[in-house]
């Protein structure tokens, strides 16, 4: 199975701020890599497909990158409604994989 | 609009079985493949089991291989998960999520885009 690796595991940001979270995978996965944001209680939203591609509706100020086995996910200025949980995963196998989440909380 | 709603969970003793429902409106249901996802009290997502539109390509996770069996009828745009010999790490809220194929510069690639809101599945005696 493709294991999938994200840091940090938590982090404490302002509003206004700008992160990245990382996310790696232990094999190549090219670009087949999708992005979600998880607020309590809810379900998760997709926010990123195929590495890069911004989902209908979600605002310019998340971006992502990366191929391979290395990907980023930027928030370039942090809302109020940004903090929450994210998660990478891969979508190279038919067997999906997850990171384990990056837990995003108000300094 | 997209929805997608899961029901049938509940509590359960260990060894005991339980079958989940997703039912699907809003989009042509047959054209899709589907997940299941589970996500443990206070853990992270964990991807189950998925079936493609004809049921002719099915995965699991080897974490319910044998145990768990994935099902979908079109005509009622439903999709399926028998859970036998259900054990406490089964524990967790399970989403149904829709699988979407698009084309990104030249390569087809597939992921979940609309999740369901979850049904509780709680094994404990």
């Known amino acids: 199975d493709i294991q999938m690796t994200q840091s940090p595991s938590s982090l404490s940001a302002s509003v206004g701020d700008r992160l990245t979270i990382t996310c790696r995978a232990s094999?190549?996965?090219?670009?087949?890599l999708n992005w979600y944001q998880q607020k309590p209680g809810r379900a998760p939203k997709l926010l990123i497909y195929?590495?890069?591609t911004l989902q209908s509706g979600v605002p310019s100020r998340f971006s992502a990158s990366g191929s391979g086995t290395d990907f980023t996910l930027t928030i370039s200025s942090l809302q109020p409604e940004d903090f929450a949980t994210y998660y990478c995963q891969q979508s190279s196998s038919p067997e999906y994989t997850f990171g384990q989440g990056t837990k995003l909380e108000i300094k | 609009e997209v929805q997608l709603v899961e029901s049938g969970g509940g509590l359960v003793k260990p060894g005991g079985s339980l079958r989940l429902s997703c039912t699907a409106s809003?989009?042509?249901?047959?054209?899709?493949?589907f997940n299941w996802v589970r996500q443990a009290p206070g853990k992270g997502l964990e991807w189950v089991s998925s079936?493609?539109?004809?049921?002719?390509?099915?995965y699991y996770a080897d974490s319910v291989k044998g145990r768990f069996t994935v099902s979908r009828d079109n005509a009622k745009k439903s999709l399926y998960l028998q859970m036998n010999s259900l054990r406490a790490e089964d524990t967790a809220v399970y989403y149904c999520?829709?699988?979407?194929?698009?084309?990104?510069?030249?390569?087809?690639?597939?992921?979940?885009?609309?999740w369901g809101q979850g049904t509780l599945v709680t094994v404990s005696s």
């Open positions: 094999q190549s996965i090219s670009k087949y």
């Open positions: 999520a829709r699988d979407i194929v698009v084309v990104v510069d030249g390569t087809r690639t597939q992921y979940p885009d609309y």
């Open positions: 079936i493609s539109t004809g049921s002719d390509y099915i």
């Open positions: 809003g989009f042509v249901f047959s054209s899709y493949s």
């Open positions: 195929a590495a890069s």
